[in-house]
């Protein structure tokens, strides 16, 4: 069986002579949680809007569940379920209203749309809300309403858009774990620009930068090249020249960090930090700190990003 339920293919958009998106391929699977990483601008939003089907690409094919979604629009879009950044949520609606409106819109029979509803309540821990207006709820709660909207017809595909934006660090914790637990039955494709939040629940990453992919991976090989790199030192003596400390195996550069500490960068492979202890003894600098730094996604986004705060909004 094939497990790929989202396919996309050579995905362009055009918006006179701006490439939003410049030649996008990929596939999630069933399973996999697809973190979209980029920088503002960089073309997420149109990307999302046409795997939703709400815009026509220039070129490229995307396919849902198999189906591909230019030839039959219909039944490809009934594969997602989508939480865009703002949630079309009807504030003067209760809970059960909204969502068996909603289970009306995506067509579910009269018969089945009580069992939907409550399905998705269940799944996102709002058993005890149906009766609750969804102008009176959390800020975190109608976050949970918006998500049920999106899987109340149980689709293969669920894509999320900055789904934890304006939450408190408890509510963030919960819709995460929702998030996570979506990944299993579904492919989920979270757009986020917080990048612990994918390290959290994402199983691959894409990033893309002016519309084109720059980096494609998945987070365990992501999390193996995010291997140490340096080490963070303390001193009370600090040593007034550091050549000594340049001269060990493997050691690269140095940065003096102030207040007596300095960061000692590595090669991948080397390991200095027993040699710098033993130096620091030696030399009775009075050694404080010594910890192992790691290089984080962060590094790798602004590494692999443009440095001008993503293109003018009439950039070509
Ligand atoms: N309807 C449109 N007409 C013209 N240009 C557009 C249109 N929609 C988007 N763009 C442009 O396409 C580029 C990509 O925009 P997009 O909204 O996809 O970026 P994004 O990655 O979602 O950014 P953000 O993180 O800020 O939401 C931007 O330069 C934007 O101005």
């Given at each position: 069986m094939d497990d790929t339920l989202i396919?996309?293919?050579?995905?362009?958009?055009?918006?006179?002579?701006?490439?939003?998106?410049?030649?996008?391929s990929f596939e999630v699977r069933r399973g996999e949680v697809l973190g979209f990483l980029g920088p503002n601008g960089a073309g997420k939003s149109t990307t999302m809007q046409m795997l939703t089907g709400n815009l026509a690409p220039t070129t490229g094919r995307i396919t849902l569940n198999g189906i591909d979604l230019l030839e039959c629009p219909r039944a490809a879009k009934a594969c997602v379920g989508y939480l865009p950044e703002q949630p079309p949520l009807y504030r003067e609606l209760t809970v059960d209203e909204y969502l068996a409106l909603c289970a009306r819109i995506n067509r579910i029979p009269r018969r089945e749309a009580r069992a939907a509803v409550g399905r998705a309540k269940s799944r996102c821990g709002?058993?005890?809300?149906?009766?609750?207006?969804?102008?009176?709820?959390?800020?975190?709660?109608?976050?949970?309403v918006g998500i049920a909207q999106a899987i109340i017809h149980t689709p293969p595909v669920v894509i999320l858009d900055e789904p934890t934006v304006g939450l408190d660090p408890i509510q963030i914790r919960e819709i995460r774990a929702l998030i996570a637990e979506l990944g299993r039955e579904h492919s989920v494709i979270l757009s986020t620009h917080?990048?612990?939040e994918v390290q959290t629940v994402c199983s691959r990453v894409l990033i893309i930068d002016r519309g084109r992919l720059v980096l494609s991976e998945s987070l365990e090989d992501l999390n193996r090249g995010l291997g140490e790199t340096g080490l963070r030192v303390a001193f009370e003596?600090?040593?007034?020249?550091?050549?000594?400390?340049?001269?060990?195996?493997?050691?690269?550069?140095?940065?003096?960090?102030?207040?007596?500490?300095?960061?000692?960068?590595?090669?991948?492979?080397?390991?200095?930090?027993?040699?710098?202890?033993r130096l620091a003894v030696e030399r009775g600098w009075g050694l404080t700190e010594l910890s192992p730094e790691r290089r984080t996604l962060e590094q790798v986004f602004v590494e692999l990003v443009h440095q001008d705060g993503g293109r003018t909004e009439n950039a070509a």
């Open positions: 396919r996309v293919e050579h995905l362009s958009r055009h918006f006179g002579a701006l490439r939003a998106v410049d030649g996008v709002l058993e005890s809300a149906g009766g609750r207006l969804i102008g009176n709820l959390s800020k975190g709660y109608q976050q949970r917080i990048l612990p003596q600090p040593p007034a020249d550091p050549a000594a400390i340049a001269a060990l195996p493997g050691v690269t550069t140095i940065q003096d960090l102030g207040d007596g500490r300095l960061r000692v960068c590595h090669g991948p492979d080397a390991e200095p930090a027993a040699a710098l202890a």
